[in-house]
């Protein structure tokens, strides 16, 4: 069963500093998204894209973040100054927008650590 | 968004049946019911999705009542690997995607 997969598992990082996160949607998805998972929280949606550009963004999603679809197969979220407050798990999903419905499918998700 | 409401938690044992109630009163027309679950550090997991009466797969059951204010995800014999956090869902189909708004879910502990 094709699934959405996410590297790196774990990332520490020194406040201040750069991280990207990467996603490998499905093959044949066409709308990616990504959410965060702060320890003990919800899950909070922070964007989604479609066709190369932002579809929609949350108040946590600020100048801080970006996305980005480098290429055919992955989809990466770049924050530029990672703060304390950014460590929280990263979930990567996607969907094939043939809906209604439209079913999203997460990763495993990436575990980012801001010391 | 509609607003849903599910218990906070609930234990069962092995082998019995589930039934989880979500609650959204203020669900609008266009508006579709999804039940995800997610074990620790992992990511949610779809289970089942419906509009109305009643939905089946190899995982779980959905029942939606005619007025669609509430819906029951039904697990059938439940195992300790069962154990997780149950979330529903209601999302707005918006020709293409829709931007999936989680609460806090329900936390189902299965005992031996």
């Known amino acids: 069963e094709p699934e959405v997969t996410q590297t790196p598992s774990h990332q520490v990082t020194q406040m201040g500093q750069e991280v990207i996160l990467r996603c490998v949607p499905i093959?044949?998805?066409?709308?990616f998204y990504w959410y965060r998972q702060i320890l003990g929280q919800k899950v909070e949606f922070l964007v989604s894209?479609?066709?190369?550009?932002?579809?929609?963004k949350s108040e946590i999603f600020d100048d801080q973040f970006s996305v980005e679809r480098p290429d055919g197969s992955n989809f990466t979220l770049k924050i530029r100054s990672t703060k304390l407050e950014d460590s929280a798990m990263y979930f990567c999903?996607?969907?094939?927008?043939?809906?209604?419905?439209?079913?999203?499918?997460f990763g495993p998700g990436t575990r980012l650590t801001v010391l | 968004l509609a607003k849903t409401t599910q218990p906070i938690s609930m234990d069962s044992y092995e082998g019995q049946e589930v039934n989880i109630t979500c609650s959204h009163n203020?669900?609008?027309?266009?508006?579709?019911i999804t039940w995800y679950q997610q074990f620790p550090s992992q990511g949610p997991r779809f289970i089942i999705q419906?509009?109305?009466t009643k939905v089946t797969n190899e995982v779980a059951s959905l029942f939606i009542p005619a007025d669609r204010k509430s819906s029951t995800l039904s697990l059938p014999r439940v195992s300790l690997s069962d154990t997780a956090v149950y979330y529903c869902?209601?999302?707005?189909?918006?020709?293409?995607?829709?931007?999936?708004?989680f609460g806090a879910g329900t936390r189902l502990a299965v005992h031996p």
């Open positions: 999903a996607s969907s094939d927008g043939t809906g209604p419905p439209d079913t999203q499918y």
């Open positions: 093959s044949n998805h066409l709308y």
């Open positions: 894209f479609y066709n190369n550009e932002i579809s929609e």
């Open positions: 419906g509009y109305k």
């Open positions: 203020n669900i609008a027309t266009n508006d579709y």
């Open positions: 869902l209601v999302a707005l189909y918006s020709g293409g995607y829709n931007k999936l708004i």
